[in-house]
């Protein structure tokens, strides 16, 4: 089993639509990362939580420890939003990120 | 402050060559990490480093890969031999400290022909 699962594996919606993106994992974390890879291959850094919520512009990322779930929400999205949104888990010792397969999202105008 | 440079952006090698790609980190961060994106598939981490040390590369293939990042100048990751099986995307990433975000760099594409 993965230590961690992102659902949908793909997701196409229309613009406007709140989008939510979901990771589940099965290891204790000291963070939870999600990252945005845009087709040209750059990786972005979105958020890093240890608990609770934060909010970026139209981007809200939750965390629930207890059940070793966390999701992105995107609000009003927009075809500059798609993109894939990798969640990764970090351990807090002397190793990289443990990183989802990815959800690969595409808006349409 | 400029972000994480890699360089090249893409390298062509033919098979047996050697690649060496470079990192330079953001400016204060003492933390590099090493990730390897194969094509049609997730990222995973190769090794991490502090200056003039390795502290994980529980992530590197055991022959042919070596990492460094010396007292000054860049990380180099570099592959001797290189193998059709190593062509993919390779990202470095940057820290201050070993708890904080991670900021990535724009990756080489390698391609061994």
């Known amino acids: 089993k993965n230590e961690v699962e992102q659902s949908p594996q793909n997701l196409t919606a229309q613009e406007g639509e709140f989008i939510t993106i979901n990771c589940s994992y099965s290891?204790?974390?000291?963070?939870l990362h999600w990252l945005q890879q845009h087709p040209g291959g750059g990786i972005v850094s979105l958020f890093m939580?240890?608990?609770g919520k934060k909010k970026h512009g139209r981007l809200i990322a939750t965390i629930n420890i207890q059940e070793k779930h966390s999701s992105l929400h995107i609000t009003a999205s927009h075809p500059r939003d798609s993109a894939v949104y990798i969640c990764?888990?970090?351990?807090?010792?002397?190793?990289?990120?443990?990183f989802g397969k990815g959800t690969h999202l595409i808006i349409q105008p | 402050n400029a972000g994480v440079m890699q360089n090249p952006r893409h390298l062509v090698r033919r098979r047996g060559q050697e690649a060496r790609l470079r990192c330079s980190p953001m400016k204060g961060h003492s933390h590099v990490y090493w990730y390897r994106q194969l094509p049609e598939e997730g990222l995973k981490f190769m090794v991490y480093l502090q200056k003039e040390n390795i502290i994980d590369e529980s992530g590197m293939p055991k022959e042919r890969f070596s990492a460094e990042f010396p007292k000054e100048g860049p990380s180099i990751l570099r592959i001797q031999q290189v193998v059709r099986g190593d062509s993919a995307a390779y990202f470095c990433?940057?820290?201050?400290?070993?708890?904080?975000?991670?900021?990535f760099g724009p990756g080489t594409r390698l391609t061994v022909l």
């Open positions: 290891v204790g974390i000291s963070a």
């Open positions: 939580l240890s608990s």
């Open positions: 990433a940057s820290s201050p400290e070993l708890t904080d975000t991670q900021y």
């Open positions: 990764a888990l970090g351990r807090g010792g002397a190793d990289g990120l443990t």
